[in-house]
T-cell receptor, first 115, second 111 residues
Framework: ETGVTQTPRHLVMGMTNKKSLKCEQH?????MYWYKQSAKKPLELMFV???????ENNSVPSRFSPECPNSSHLFLHLHTLQPEDSALYLC??????????????FGPGTRLTVL | AQSVTQLGSHVSVSEGALVLLRCNYS??????LFWYVQYPNKGLQLLLK??????LVKGINGFEAEFKKSETSFHLTKPSAHMSDAAEYFC?????????FGQGTELSVKP
């Protein structure tokens, strides 16, 4: 285990549903990330949070809404998604300072299917 | 801008054979480079990283990688493949506090 947990592990939702993905890290890190992993595509960085502040949004559609209430928790709120949003959503965390500040620790991901 | 290219989206080897997964990078500054592994239905796990110390980096599960500045490469190797090595492998370079990933190489191991 990497110290990063994600729930749920699997999610099936309709295009009109609203759901949320949750990520929690127990590593004392100050940076958290959301990635999208689609089949046959490189990992796409979606959002970056440093000390609870969003520092990067890679032109992600507004139907994805992140929330970072504290340095240990990260959410991704989903609404009116499209079938092409079906993918594995990975959360990661990293320290901002110190020897391992370059390394990101990943959760197991949430497999999302949009019908 | 920093980037990585992984040559070969799929590599197949026999059990006990050498594993070689290729990664070339582009970076305007001394790079920090990583190899991650992803087993089916799992997240990414760090195999090893290069952070400007020794050019030959040893990682977990018998993997190692050599940083070659002249070739802008950071290829991943393992002398003898095991069935449990079957997974997808990602090379990444650190860029401005983020990780830029390659497209991944799927490794298959035949008995």
């Amino acid at each position: 285990e990497t110290g990063v947990t994600q729930t749920p592990r699997h999610l099936v939702m309709g295009m009109t549903n609203k759901k949320s993905l949750k990520c929690e890290q127990h590593l004392g890190h100050n940076a958290m990330y959301w990635y999208k992993q689609s089949a046959k595509k490189p990992l796409e960085l979606m959002f970056v949070y440093n000390f609870k502040e969003q520092t990067e949004n890679n032109s992600v559609p507004s139907r994805f809404s992140p929330e970072c209430p504290n340095s240990s928790h990260l959410f991704l709120h989903l609404h009116t998604l499209q079938p092409e949003d079906s993918a594995l959503y990975l959360c990661a965390s990293s320290p901002l300072k110190g020897q391992n500040n370059n390394e990101q620790f990943f959760g197991p991901g949430t497999r999302l299917t949009v019908l | 801008a920093q980037s990585v290219t992984q040559l070969g989206s799929h590599v197949s080897v026999s059990e006990g054979a050498l594993v070689l997964l290729r990664c070339n990078y582009s970076s305007s500054v001394p790079p920090y480079l990583f190899w991650y592994v992803q087993y089916p239905n799992k997240g990414l796990q760090l195999l090893l990283k290069y952070t400007s110390a020794a050019t030959l980096v040893k990682g977990i599960n018998g993997f190692e990688a050599e940083f070659k500045k002249s070739e802008t490469s950071f290829h991943l190797t393992k002398p003898s493949a095991h069935m449990s090595d079957a997974a997808e492998y990602f090379c990444a370079v650190r860029a401005g506090g983020k990780l830029i990933f390659g497209q991944g190489t799927e490794l298959s191991v035949k008995p």
